[in-house]
């Protein structure tokens, strides 16, 4: 008979079987014995070529488990070196992550990395509240439950203040690096934290109806904000220029033995002006505290959990934002 | 005491600070931007500055510049008037004290 080559596997006519079955066999078409003349033989034959077609399949199977196992670590690897890459990048972000490697690094007692580690907490245990006061709101609970939950919420609230006061304390350039935020906070950020007067300018459309009263309450409350913003802000460029004074005093770029204890002395001078910024971020953390407050006691229970939600929501966006952005797509 | 007491008497709004002082800078700022116009007594350039500090300090403000006096009364340092700003309470003193008309 013909020998089909055992690479045809397309055929239609009855013979697909049985070329299937040699297909099978493989190389062995040319073993087959087609004369079956001698019977005793014959069957010697018949049992070899099964175990012979046995071993082939049983190769064939593990070939193909061989190939399944590699392209699984193909894959594997894949993974691996793209969550290396996140793990830098966040890294890179300052959001803390311990690693097996570097226990001795994180127990240096890094300002930072402490505060990094309270806000998580912080922000971990404020969406637990702001979930509470949701569900409040939505099954209309009563305004003494109300009341409890913002309540609960405003101190949480000067629970950061706190922590940020003690961060400015021992690490007043991580605050302002804004490096605990996520990137979009980041972009917004001003003197270490959010702008009073924008979130304001946020809720008023979020809480109509106001009476006319709350109206030009929160409407003075802007304005007072806005300017203690821009007096804060005039002072810290004033802080600037006299740093950049201080730095540059006497001649730059020439070399002088003489100059040492003038260099000393400007070093000296300018460690007392950075000494400044944290008062700087005290006083900016001051005025959204106080801002907040302020809000709180202009609006009725009802009107302040839908402030408190607001501002969590518009957070949690930016939020949200800047993680889509770190993984997006790049070519 | 009695010197800070006579020169806080002196005008509506009178604040002491001191030249090198930018959150100093900051509060004549936002008194300027409320329409008063304070008294400014800097204590690296007055003679008695080191008591004024001192009688300052003993006021209870720290740091002891920017301390703020309105109606000649000792309103306090920048975070008080920060605060009193947001409240509207500020603006009242001011007003009240004549230093500012609205």
């Known amino acids: ?331 | 005491m009695d010197r800070v007491r006579d020169l806080a008497s002196k005008k509506a709004a009178v604040i002491f600070t001191k030249s090198s002082c930018c959150m100093c800078h900051s509060i004549k700022t936002l008194f300027y931007e409320l329409g008063a116009s304070p008294a400014i007594h800097e204590l690296d350039q007055d003679a008695n500055g080191r008591e004024i500090e001192w009688a300052l300090r003993a006021l209870g403000c720290n740091p002891s510049v920017p301390a703020v006096f309105i109606g000649g009364r000792y309103v306090g340092s920048a975070k008080d008037v920060i605060s009193l700003h947001v409240d509207g309470s500020l603006k009242q003193m001011l007003i009240d004290a004549r230093a500012i008309w609205f």
């Not at chain 1, 590699?70 to 290396?84: F, P, Y």
């Not at chain 1, 350039?173 to 934290?193: N, Q, V, Y």
């Not at chain 1, 953390?285 to 202009?298: A, E």
């Not at chain 1, 009725?300 to 889509?324: E, P």
């Open chain 1, 1 to 331: 008979m013909a020998d089909a080559s055992p690479r045809t596997d397309i055929s239609t006519d009855a013979d697909t079987d049985e070329k299937n079955q040699r297909f099978d066999r493989g190389q062995s078409t040319a073993v087959v014995a087609s004369d079956s003349s001698d019977r005793s033989k014959d069957k010697l034959d018949q049992k070899t070529l099964r175990r012979l077609a046995q071993n082939r399949e049983a190769a064939r199977k593990s070939r193909l488990r061989k190939k399944a196992y590699v392209q699984q670590l193909e894959s594997s690897r894949l993974k691996l070196t793209q969550l290396e890459q996140e793990l830098q990048r966040a890294r890179q972000q300052g959001i803390f992550i311990s690693s097996s490697g570097d226990q001795a690094h994180s127990m240096s007692g890094n300002g930072a990395m402490a505060f990094d580690v309270e806000y998580a907490r912080w922000l971990e245990e404020q969406n637990k509240q702001i979930n509470e006061l949701r569900s409040a709101v939505n099954s209309h609970a009563s305004d003494t439950e109300l009341r409890m939950v913002v309540d609960g919420i405003m101190a949480h609230y000067d629970e950061i203040f706190r922590l940020k006061a003690n961060a400015a304390k021992a690490d007043v350039f991580h605050l302002l690096s804004g490096m605990w935020k996520t990137p979009a906070e980041r972009c917004f950020m001003w003197l270490g934290g959010f702008r009073s007067s924008e979130l304001l300018k946020l809720l008023v459309n979020q809480l109509e109806p106001l009476t006319e009263q709350q109206l030009v309450g929160i409407g003075n409350l802007q304005q007072s904000s806005q300017q203690a913003e821009d007096a804060l802000s005039q002072g810290m460029e004033a802080l600037q220029q006299s740093l950049a004074e201080t730095l540059s005093s006497g001649s730059l770029g020439s070399s002088g033995s003489g100059n040492v204890a003038n260099y000393m002395g400007q070093m000296a001078m300018a460690m007392g002006k950075l000494g400044t910024l944290e008062g700087f971020i005290r006083q900016a953390d001051n005025l959204r505290q106080q801002t907040l407050q302020q809000m709180h006691r202009i609006l009725t229970t009802r009107q302040s959990a839908r402030a408190l939600l607001a501002i969590h929501d518009y957070f949690s966006r930016l939020r949200a934002l800047s993680s889509l952005w770190m993984a997006r797509p790049r070519e």
